[in-house]
């Protein structure tokens, strides 16, 4: 079970930092990612960091803004969102998944329950 957390309304160029807790103790062994959805539009593919974290990627709209990261001990991976703009606005996912999430060719199979993050201009 994924539970995300920490989103919120903030100004255009401000910061926010996702929080997605898992239960379970084999976190460790999956490959997480965030992705993020206006209503009425796609899912859109966000951010990825492997089991260990030592390989992450993200989307070329957030890449030099966004910081994905993990915490195997805690059960959390993490997004940190920087220079935020209106076009960040959307519910932001956490998802998990045995395999990596690059490439994947369905959706993950675990997703959080989704936090909303608006950016004010």
């Known amino acids: 079970q994924l539970q995300a957390s920490g989103g919120g309304l903030v100004q255009a160029g401000g910061s926010l930092t996702l929080s997605c807790a898992a239960s379970?103790?084999?976190?460790?062994?999956?490959?997480m990612g965030w992705f993020r959805q206006v209503p009425g539009k796609e899912r859109e593919y966000v951010a990825y960091?492997?089991?260990?974290?030592?390989?992450?990627d993200y989307a070329d709209s957030v890449k030099g803004r966004f910081t994905i990261s993990r915490d195997n001990a805690k059960n959390t991976v993490y997004l940190q969102m920087n220079s935020l703009t209106p076009e960040d606005t959307a519910i932001y996912y956490c998802?998990?998944?045995?395999?990596?999430?690059?490439?994947?060719?369905?959706?993950?199979?675990?997703w959080g329950q989704g936090t909303l993050v608006t950016v004010s201009s």
């Open positions: 960091i492997s089991w260990g974290g030592g390989s992450t």
């Open positions: 379970g103790r084999t976190f460790s062994s999956y490959s």
């Open positions: 998802a998990a998944d045995l395999v990596p999430l690059i490439g994947l060719k369905r959706p993950p199979n675990y």
